[in-house]
């Protein structure tokens, strides 16, 4: 099944692959190497777009846009203003509240900027995951703590809203060190960071050398003792937890994120991208070349298509309202529960309040602070 058109859509998603590395813990949809498809990629996606808004009725004004990757930085210019002078004839985007550009340190000159912001994108999310060029250059991440001062530099004069991303738990990265990034970038002239725990996906290079016993994680307990202290500094410096891994100054939520843990539709564009129109979650084929020459031909480009039961609702609805600190509201998973289901939810709350794992409070459930790390498994218990 496709993604229902009738449905009120105001967010997109937009991937772009492309990437001039390969990190070594990256689970992402990305290719590098392949920067002779990029023209032909920008063709297909071009029609992936157009083709959705011709099977659509007239959306109503555009809310978010998102052009995630892979590295959109690497968007050659004239390819990324082709696709806004497209999508601003094809969309209502008079009304548009955020639009986000990832960008990584190192992939950038100063000139694009102008043309990100003559495109109409107000926001950058900046890559910088680590200030140790060593840590960063094992793990296949070839940037410099040098490219990271000189992007936010230039951005600062262009952009209003700035965001960093930090993963926290790499290896290699000491106590000392990761304290000392933290006291520097809380000073840096941005009002978003998001704090990620170094994952390890199968079908990496990470995940192959740990197998191999080629590599050594830090121990789990320090590192989220460390996230507990870096959100202390966080708070200190006026950046607010909102989400688990989110934080901002007044003002600079990032918008788009909400739409998803909201369970807003969204749509999205390009290889791989996840869409949701209310009641199925899609996904695009990741294979750059079928996803190419599919669109060529005119044909289906989702991978997957699942139609949410109303027990895979309810378990999202609880593990996106305890990611988040405005918690989540009791009502939206009881209403539609048997009796049966609501008593047992309601018994595991009240166990859970007594071990200290959640508080309620005015009809909001909210995750005690102290165990956000282990947040999914809270949510999966709470519904068992
Ligand atoms: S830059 Fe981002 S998307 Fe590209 S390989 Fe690295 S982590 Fe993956």
Redesign the pocket.
């Known amino acids: 099944m496709e993604y229902n058109c009738a449905v009120d859509t105001r967010s997109f998603y937009i991937h772009w692959?492309f990437?001039?590395?390969?990190?070594h813990?990256?689970?992402?949809v990305?290719i590098?190497g392949q920067d002779h498809l990029m023209g032909q990629y920008h063709k297909a996606l071009m029609k992936e777009i157009i083709t959705f808004a011709q099977k659509t009725a007239p959306l109503g004004p555009l809310e978010t846009i998102y052009l995630g990757?892979?590295?959109p930085s690497t968007w050659p210019n004239e390819l990324l203003l082709d696709m806004f002078g497209i999508l601003r004839d094809t969309f209502d985007l008079s009304k548009i509240s955020e639009i986000t550009l990832e960008a990584?340190p190192g992939t950038v000159q100063k000139e694009q900027l102008a043309v990100w912001k003559e495109a109409g994108i107000t926001r950058l999310s900046i890559?910088v995951q680590s200030l140790d060029d060593e840590v960063l250059r094992k793990l296949n991440?070839h940037q410099k703590v040098s490219d990271v001062y000189q992007l936010i530099n230039w951005a600062q004069h262009e952009f209003d809203a700035l965001s960093v991303d930090l993963i926290i738990g790499l290896p290699g990265i000491e106590e000392a060190q990761w304290k000392s990034m933290i006291h520097e970038v809380v000073q840096w002239p941005v009002n978003h960071i998001s704090m990620y725990f170094l994952s390890i996906h199968e079908n990496t290079p990470l995940y192959t050398r740990l197998v191999k016993n080629e590599l050594t994680l830090p121990p789990e307990d320090p590192i989220v003792d460390l996230y507990y202290w870096t959100v202390e500094a966080f708070a200190k410096a006026g950046l607010e937890q909102y989400e688990i891994s989110s934080f901002a100054r007044a003002g600079f939520q990032a918008q788009h994120n909400q739409v998803y843990w909201e369970r807003k539709p969204y749509k999205g564009f390009g290889i791989g991208s996840c869409s949701f129109d209310g009641q199925r979650r899609l996904q695009n084929i990741k294979n750059v070349m079928h996803y190419m020459k599919l669109l060529e031909e005119g044909k289906d480009i989702e991978a997957s298509s699942e139609l949410l039961t109303p027990e895979q609702i309810r378990l999202e609805k609880v593990m996106l309202g305890l990611r988040r600190m405005k918690g989540l509201v009791i009502s939206d998973v009881l209403h539609d529960m048997t009796d049966q289901e609501r008593n047992r939810f309601m018994y595991n709350m009240q166990e859970f309040e007594i071990e200290g794992l959640v508080k309620q409070s005015g009809g909001i459930l909210y995750l005690n602070k102290s165990v956000v790390a282990v947040e999914n498994e809270v949510a999966l218990r709470l519904l068992q």
Do not use: H, I, L, W
């Not at 813990?25 to 992402?28: A, I, T």
């Open positions: 692959p990437c001039p590395y390969r990190c813990f990256c689970p992402f990305a590098s990757g892979g590295t990584n890559g991440r």
